[in-house]
């Protein structure tokens, strides 16, 4: 978790194994959902591949694997709305616009 954070506070992109596959991700908000740490990010690229489009998808803390920081920096992404109802009351670290 430390390292979701530190990611998210130094604009950085997180590097990990997700569904057997390389992801590089830009998050932007950690939160919990069902008692689970989730983490929202974009996809910066997949199997060393840019995403076909840029979209915010939630990602299970659980289910990333090899977690690691990159020099990668990132600019939030506009599709981003922390406001949303669904993080009510269970958001634990923003990036911050």
Known sequence: MPVVFEA????????ATYNRGEVTLAPHIV???H????????????DG????EVKIGAFKIAGLGSLRITPRRFEPSELF???EARYAGVTLLAIDR
């Open 81 to 83: 709305d922390p406001a």
């Open 8 to 15: 998210i506070v130094k604009r950085q992109a997180l590097s």
């Open 49 to 52: 591949k840019p995403p076909r």
């Open 31 to 33: 939160y919990t959902k």
């Open 35 to 46: 008692g689970e740490l989730y983490v929202d990010a974009t996809t910066l690229d997949r």
